[in-house]
């Protein structure tokens, strides 16, 4: 049987890297690009050359391997050192090159800022340059912004929430006074006097209990640090927190947020923080699209975003925040999206020229909203309300300074007198570390504040191992632990049953005195805003697909980098990387070298 015949692997052949490089690879595009817009444009760190020995490497070609391997999913500098060993179009762009992985790593780390700045002026170039060779914008359309949990160089276990520290700490003790129970004992019986084994096993308990001590010595400090800062605390990536991700589960994490184009589903923008949830984080992430002031861009977003001071300082920044918003039982008694969402601005008695009016400027659209006025650009989706002769109708209110003196002198009491009074029957609140402690004598922390301004303490673990847990509250088959709401002045709260043995009543709470001093007036004016439904029924399409694709196949579900900075700019080449992906698909590599001068 005949099979095909390959090359001889000794036989020499004459040929160059330009010869095994496809007119139309991508790497050509990268090459140019870099050359045409980042050459003298922007400021890149490189190693100084020493007075002696070789010198350094030519940091536009270091940013056109970064490119290049995010783009295929190689981001670990020791892979991105192998490639330019074994892949063809990636020696062809480092022209032969072979970089050390520590050199291409120490490039990363040193140029964040500047890595920033090559995604800028990537944007700039598809609104300029491009534009000029084929006529058309791929910025043009709507933005879809959304947001997705990017796990963080973190170990879950290091980790640490108020509650997490607090059982730790609970394990400690009770290890140690395991330990110290069972030392005393041998020493009380002078079992160990004649038995070498016991004498060992001594020794071992010794060196155990004094690595608890060390531990909780340790853990008791973290908790120091998390009730000061009322954050978590991460070992490894300081600013990394917990987040849910997709499937349920928590893992530390960043919330990578992007603003994707509606015509070409390119990235516009990215951005990237450490807010678990995606609530009042329109602004930001719409404002950084490019966009010049006087244009308005009109956006599209989830009912996670739904916030309305935030939707009311979009408007006042040319941004239409069109968002699902959350759901109410209509008249057939089915739930259904609200068509409208009420937003408020400070009221400023001003005169509104027809000039300003028509104005699509930030500082002319903020003038109109706060006197009342609706500005042209929002004719269509907003409308402000008027009394029953036609006036603008303004919204008066007395702003308190409210306080409330403490009857009990919780505020005075130590930790321990304060477990003690819970034990008879109170949920007893330490505003000044903001935790609570429970009839048990367990402490409960701070979960969320609530949209009624009340705060939310909870302890799951140890309400779903309490033996008091039936008298506390009525335990069903979704709720296993007790949730308790504290308003923000009150410090104790009556639980009606008692932990300490005694058949006593539970003394009632006195109540506190309020005193109320008037601060100010305040004026709002109220508009209604509706968002456009028929773009919110796109949102998925655009913005769910780059993530899809950074995650599964470019290999971009993890951040190698750590801190904020770092992970913004290791986001801005994946974005970058996907970006000339859907760029090469959209236009001919020919197109776009033309675009580029090539």
């Not at 536009?60 to 192998?82: E, F, H, I, N």
């Not at 236009?587 to 776009?592: E, K």
Request: aromatic residues 8%; positive net charge.
């Amino acid at each position: 049987m005949e099979y095909v015949i390959g090359t001889n692997r000794n036989q020499l052949e004459f040929t160059s890297l330009d010869m095994m490089v496809s007119e139309d690879s991508p790497v050509r595009v990268i090459d140019s690009f870099v050359e045409k817009t980042l050459k003298g444009k922007i400021s890149l760190k490189y190693s100084e050359r020493p007075a002696m020995g070789r010198p350094s490497y030519n940091p536009l070609t270091l940013v056109k391997l970064y490119l290049y391997g995010y783009m295929s999913g190689v981001k670990s500098s020791r892979k991105l050192a192998r490639l330019v060993k074994v892949n063809i179009e990636a020696m062809w762009l480092v022209e032969g090159l072979k970089p050390d992985f520590r050199t291409i790593s120490d490039f990363r780390k040193n140029n964040i800022e500047a890595i920033v700045a090559v995604f800028v002026k990537f944007r700039e170039f598809c609104s300029t340059d491009l534009v000029k060779a084929t006529g058309k914008n791929v910025f043009s359309g709507y933005k879809a912004i959304d947001g997705t949990k990017i796990r963080a160089v973190q170990a879950k276990d290091g980790v640490y929430t108020a509650n997490k520290i607090d059982d730790r700490i609970a394990n400690d003790n009770s290890r140690i006074a395991e330990i110290k129970n069972y030392l005393s004992e041998l020493d009380a019986n002078d079992y160990i006097e004649n038995n070498e084994e016991l004498k060992i096993k001594k020794d071992e308990l010794e060196k155990a209990l004094k690595a608890y001590e060390d531990r909780k010595e340790k853990h008791e400090t973290i908790r120091k640090v998390v009730e000061e800062t009322g954050e978590q605390y991460a070992e490894n990536d300081c600013e990394s927190r917990l987040m849910k991700n997709h499937y349920g589960g928590y893992n530390p994490s960043y919330n990578v947020q992007t603003a994707v184009d509606s015509e070409s589903h390119m990235i516009e923008n990215v951005d990237v923080t450490n807010q678990c949830t995606d609530h009042g984080l329109i602004e930001q992430t719409a404002l950084g699209c490019g966009k010049e002031d006087g244009e308005i861009v009109e956006i599209v977003a989830d009912n996670g975003y739904e916030q309305p001071e935030d939707m009311a300082a979009c408007l006042e920044n040319g941004i239409k925040p069109n968002v699902f918003l959350s759901k109410v039982e209509n008249e057939e008694g089915y739930k259904v999206h609200k068509k409208e969402i009420e937003l408020s601005f400070d009221y400023e008695e001003k005169e509104i020229t027809e000039e300003e009016k028509n104005s699509s400027k930030r500082e002319d659209i903020k003038k109109c909203l706060h006197a009342g006025v609706v500005p042209n650009c929002y004719k269509k989706c907003l409308e402000v309300e008027k009394d029953e002769e036609g006036n603008v109708l303004v919204k008066t209110s007395k702003v308190y300074d409210v306080s409330k003196e403490d009857p009990m002198g919780i505020d005075n009491l130590t930790d321990e007198q304060k477990i003690e009074l819970a034990t008879k029957g109170y949920f007893v609140r330490d505003i000044k570390a903001d935790r609570v402690y429970c009839p048990a004598g367990t402490i409960l922390r701070h979960k969320a504040v609530k949209a009624n301004g009340a705060i939310r303490y909870v302890n799951k673990l140890a309400c779903s191992k309490c033996p008091f847990k039936e008298k506390c509250f009525k335990a069903s088959k979704t709720t296993r632990w007790k949730e308790i709401d504290f308003s923000k002045d009150c410090r104790i709260k009556k639980a009606n049953f008692r932990t300490d043995g005694k058949d006593e009543d539970i003394a009632e709470i006195p109540k506190a005195i309020t005193t109320r001093t008037q601060v100010r007036v305040k004026k709002k004016v109220i508009f209604r805003f509706k968002p456009d439904r028929e773009k919110l029924d796109n949102r998925k399409c655009l913005s769910e697909h780059p993530f899809g694709t950074i995650k599964r196949y470019m290999n971009g579900d993890h951040f190698l980098l750590k801190g904020i900075r770092k992970v913004k700019a290791e986001i801005c080449l994946t974005a970058l990387g996907y970006n000339f992906k859907r760029l090469i698909s959209i236009f001919p590599t020919t197109t776009l070298m033309t675009a580029l001068g090539k």
